[in-house]
T-cell receptor, first 111, second 113 residues
Framework: DAGVIQSPRHEVTEMGQEVTLRCKPI?????LFWYRQTMMRGLELLIY????????DSGMPEDRFSAKMPNASFSTLKIQPSEPRDSAVYFC?????????FGPGTRLTVL | GEDVEQSLFLSVREGDSSVINCTYT??????LYWYKQEPGAGLQLLTY?????DMKQDQRLTVLLNKKDKHLSLRIADTQTGDSAIYFC?????????????FGRGTQLTVWP
C-alpha cells in the first residue's frame, strides 16, 4: 500500500492566487482529515469527512478555505484567495477507525 | 476541545533511556496514540495503547498509562541518534475511534552522540 498520497509536496504562490491541495486516502479507510501545522499553533484540524460526508468543519479558518470529497479516493482543500498567513504544512490523514495515518504533507508558501 | 499537555524539549545522550510524558483531560478515550515526526516529514504512527491496558511494550518502546492521573508516557530504551524527532501524543474525542484526534504540541527529542 502506498499510504496516503498528497500533491503537490511543495507549493509556492503569490498572495491572492488560488491554491488547491490534493489527497488520495488509503483504500478502505472511511474517514479523511485535513490538518494544518505551523510553529505558532502546532497541529490544527481543519475539517474531516466520514464516508465522504463533511462531519466537522469548525476548524476551517474562514470562507477562503473550502474542502471537498467527491468520492472515497480523492479530496481537495482549496484556498482562494491565498494570503501569507496561510503559509504552513498541510497534512491529509485517513483512518479506518483504529489508527489514523498521515500523508507526507504539502508545504505551502504564500509570498 | 480537549486539553493535551506535553513538555516541549527533551535532550538525552545516545544509549540512555528517554521518557516523554503527556497529560490529558478526557478519560473516555478508547485508544491513546504516540506519533513521531522527523524533520520535513509527516507524522508516523509509532504505537498505541488501549485504555484498558496499563502498559504496552514493543521492542525498544514502552507505553505506560495511568488512567487515575490521566498520564501517558513513552519510554525509548537505548535511545539512538535516529530517534531524534518530535513526538506527539494524541487522543480521539469522547472515546470515538472514527472522529478527530486531539494532539499535544509535541516534544522535541534531541539525542546527543
Amino acid at each position: 500500500d502506498a499510504g496516503v498520497i498528497q500533491s503537490p509536496r511543495h507549493e509556492v504562490t503569490e498572495m491572492g492566487q488560488e491554491v488547491t491541495l490534493r489527497c488520495k486516502p488509503i483504500s478502505g479507510h472511511n474517514s479523511l482529515f485535513w490538518y494544518r501545522q505551523t510553529m505558532m499553533r502546532g497541529l490544527e484540524l481543519l475539517i474531516y469527512f466520514n464516508n465522504n460526508v463533511p462531519i466537522d468543519d469548525s476548524g476551517m479558518p474562514e470562507d477562503r478555505f473550502s474542502a471537498k470529497m467527491p468520492n472515497a479516493s480523492f479530496s481537495t482543500l482549496k484556498i482562494q484567495p491565498s494570503e501569507p498567513r496561510d503559509s504552513a504544512v498541510y497534512f491529509c490523514a485517513s483512518s479506518t477507525g483504529t489508527s489514523c495515518l498521515f500523508g507526507p504533507g504539502t508545504r505551502l508558501t504564500v509570498l | 476541545g480537549e486539553d493535551v499537555e506535553q513538555s516541549l524539549f527533551l535532550s538525552v545522550r545516545e544509549g540512555d533511556s528517554s521518557v516523554i510524558n503527556c497529560t490529558y483531560t478526557d478519560s473516555s478515550s478508547t485508544y491513546l496514540y504516540w506519533y513521531k515526526q522527523e524533520p520535513g516529514a509527516g507524522l508516523q504512527l509509532l504505537t498505541y495503547i488501549f485504555s484498558n491496558m496499563d502498559m504496552k511494550q514493543d521492542q525498544r518502546l514502552t507505553v505506560l498509562l495511568n488512567k487515575k492521573d490521566k498520564h501517558l508516557s513513552l519510554r525509548i530504551a537505548d535511545t539512538q541518534t535516529g530517534d531524534s524527532a518530535i513526538y506527539f501524543c494524541a487522543f480521539p474525542n469522547r472515546g470515538s475511534t472514527l472522529g478527530r484526534l486531539y494532539f499535544g504540541r509535541g516534544t522535541q527529542l534531541t539525542v546527543w552522540p
